[in-house]
């Protein structure tokens, strides 16, 4: 099999790195607070709490629902990872859109099963009806990566009545889109996951978690290694989720930066889609995007160049800092 690639993670100085989606700005203060304190005792020593229960609680009642619906994992990669493993067979059938997150082929891989494609609309939207309700899983990511378009909701739901088995909406970059899914979590096949790492600054420190009925929670929680995350990730990933203020705060600058970036690459003459995420996609006819890519990072400037077969190629450029930005645009200009 061919494993999964991530995005280059450079060791040199003085690159502008806007191709993993990371967010350019520190973590909560209180976050950084909470892991250093643990630090200071004796936790180290002693296994950290198997389900993560104070970051269940904290996270419930930030956002609203159910403590026991909340499944704890080492990035949301994780949680995709354990609900391949306890829902699709060997030989079994995974389903989602293309283009998407190429990670759920990987996993597809590693089951022994397949993965089929559904192409989304001319819109990015979803095909009415769903033409393969029989998979054993279908992820759908919402935001979508790498177009950053979204899905509306009535039609998630309509989707997860259609399926025969759970529906996983894979939400990484939802805190950066202006409504969510988690209602409808409600649902005894949906799975909602979520990850710390793009909109709480901490992919370094590799925390996700799932959002389900409390039935299916308690099940996956079998399925899980039995400590998938460490007591520096659970500290740090409940006092982030607690810190909604300064949350918003570095959000809602990513999303003021987002769309002055989307402005500047269409005055370039880039075919630039809505973006709901911290990322856009940039597309051209006129030219190889590919060489524009290689000329950025002549430049030490990374962004992300995607080819999916199909649907030809783009940039997938993350929402970096204001400065960062401006110097992306000052040398896109100078290339175009």
Known sequence: MAGYTPGEQPRDDGII?????????????????????????????????????????????????????????????????????????????????????MLYKTLADIQGARLQTVPFTDDWSLPEPWPLTQAHLTFVANPNSPTGTLVPFTRLEALANEL????????????????????????????????????????????????????????????????????????????????????????????????????????????VLPSHANFVWARRADRLVKTIYEELKKRKILVRYMNYPGHGDGLRVSVGSDPQIDRLLEEMRALI
Not at 83 to 92: E, I
């Open 164 to 271: 025969q088995g759970p529906l996983v909406i894979d939400e990484a970059y939802v805190d950066f889109a202006s409504a969510h899914a988690l209602g409808l979590a409600r649902l005894p096949n949906v799975i909602v996951t979520r990850s710390l790492s793009k909109s709480y600054s901490l992919a370094g420190l590799r925390f996700g978690f799932a959002v389900a009925s409390a039935d299916l929670v308690r099940e996956l929680i079998k399925v899980k290694d039995s400590y998938n995350c460490d007591a520096l990730s659970l500290a740090g990933a409940a006092a982030a989720i607690a810190d909604q203020e300064y949350f918003r705060a570095a959000r809602n600058k990513i999303i003021a930066t987002r769309e002055r970036l989307t402005t500047g690459l269409s005055e370039l003459g880039f075919a």
């Open 17 to 101: 790195k806007l191709n993993t989606n990371e967010n350019p700005y520190p973590p909560s203060p209180r976050a950084l607070a909470a892991m250093a304190e643990l630090l200071e005792g004796d936790r180290l020593r002693k296994y950290p709490d198997p389900l993560g229960t104070v970051f269940r609680q904290t996270a419930g009642r930030v956002l609203g629902v159910d403590p026991n619906c909340i499944l704890i994992g080492n990035g949301s990669d994780d949680v995709l990872t354990i609900l391949t493993r306890a829902f699709v067979p060997q030989d079994g059938l995974i389903v989602s859109p293309t283009p998407s997150y």
